[in-house]
């Protein structure tokens, strides 16, 4: 797939700019601050209807339109092209009417978001998917460095942009692990009834069941693919691997590859439910998931270096390309934030060479000087500067 058109209006840098673009390889280069991020990120705010900051939605809507305007009004809209469909896709961002009312010009409170899908408005969840893209930039360091919520979230933008069942079944694991904590302080202070918890173990281990599978699943296609790449990139040869660790009783085998159903899952909340009341809050689940990302049986975070650290992301974003596209029969648009000047010379060629080969390609940079030539020769020039994008 490929983004035809995108036209951002009143968002971050940009006043309003459109742009009509087609598959191949875009280099966007553009001094610090000028947007390059901003640009990427609305591409990406497109696929999965969140910042990949994790930053607060009013941050898409430009500053001084927040402040200067009443109802001020942010527009991401693109037409997106897959194989046999164009798809027209529009993201408002507004101020709520009673903020702005209360006179407060503050750009504080909540952001109202509407999403359009061939000009039916629709949740975010009928979106995602639409459009697919993989994100790749110096913060990935956070996907082996960071907090178990992080790797978590990876998954997640990851395996819901090309799975409706996961995205289904996460939203409802999420809603109903809310009202089963709820329930189990409730019984801890006024002996609530138990068969009302019988109910909520009941539909969570259907949620849960099936997103430990597709997790399970999805990790060990990202690992394999992975791995291959790394094999390539790093000479002394390191066997890099991504496994899955549920968050299940120990006595659970994780080596082998995980598929559970809902009765083993009912079964492990039963007998936690001790200590579940106790805390007021579910131990096993989803929710507290992790990976493991494995260098030579040694963890990535504690004993690779940070070189090896930039191979490892790079090469799980291109995993996640080639898995998008299997699973889909169609090509995420890949998204290359200022990453070239983190590798040498002979691993980015290597990253072009395999980038490259995606349908639509934006890499962004500075300017050209760590971009291989050979890409430069292909590709289709564009420059950022003072809230403009001209093609060059
Ligand atoms: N909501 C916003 N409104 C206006 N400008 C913003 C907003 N959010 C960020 N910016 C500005 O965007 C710039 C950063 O853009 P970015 O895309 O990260 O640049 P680049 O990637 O080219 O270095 C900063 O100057 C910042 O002040
Ligand atoms: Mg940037």
Avoid at 197 to 207: K, N
């Amino acid at each position: 797939m490929h983004i035809s058109n995108i036209r951002l209006k009143k968002i971050r840098t940009f006043e309003d700019i459109e742009l009509n673009l087609t598959n191949g390889i875009h280099l966007i280069t553009g001094n610090n601050a000028s947007g390059k991020t901003n640009l990427l990120e609305s591409m990406h705010y497109l696929a999965t209807t969140k910042s990949i900051q994790n930053r607060n939605d009013k941050n898409f809507i430009s500053w001084k339109i927040m402040q200067e305007s009443a109802l001020p009004i942010g527009k991401i809209s693109a037409h997106i092209n897959t194989l046999d469909e164009i798809h027209e896709i529009d993201m408002m961002f507004s101020k709520p009417i009673k903020e702005t009312i209360a006179n407060d010009n503050e750009p504080s409170g909540k952001i109202t978001k509407n999403f359009r899908l061939n000009g039916i408005t629709k949740k975010a969840s009928e979106i995602i998917g639409t459009l697919r893209a993989i994100y790749a930039s110096p913060n990935d360091m956070q996907i082996i460095l960071g907090t178990p919520a992080e790797r978590r979230k990876y998954l997640d933008i990851l395996i819901s942009q090309y799975s409706k069942k996961y995205l289904k079944n996460l939203q409802k694991y999420n809603r109903i692990i809310r009202q089963r904590n709820s329930l189990l302080k409730q019984i801890k202070h006024i002996k609530k009834r138990y068969d009302e918890l019988d109910y909520w173990d009941s539909e969570l281990a259907i949620a849960a069941s099936e997103i430990i599978n597709l997790r399970s699943e999805n990790i060990n296609q990202l690992s394999a693919r992975a791995k291959f790449h790394y094999e390539i990139l790093d000479n002394k040869n390191k066997d890099l691997k991504i496994s899955y660790r549920p968050a299940l009783p120990q006595t659970f085998d994780t080596t082998k590859m995980i598929q559970i159903d809902k009765d083993y899952f009912i079964d492990i909340l039963q007998k936690n439910r001790p200590v579940d009341l106790r805390q007021s809050s579910t131990v096993f689940g989803p929710h507290r998931d992790d990976i493991n990302i494995d260098l030579s049986e040694l963890a990535a975070n504690a004993y690779g270096s940070r070189g090896q650290q930039k191979l490892i992301t790079i090469c799980m974003r291109l995993a996640e390309a080639h898995l998008s596209n299997q699973v889909t029969n169609d090509q995420p648009i890949l998204l290359l934030d200022d990453i070239l000047s983190e590798f040498d010379e002979e691993h980015r060629n290597y990253i072009v060479e395999h980038a490259a080969n995606v349908e639509q390609v934006f890499l962004t940079s500075p300017d050209l000087s760590n971009v291989p030539k050979k890409l430069i020769d292909r590709s289709i020039q564009f420059n950022i500067n003072d809230g403009n994008i001209k093609q060059n």
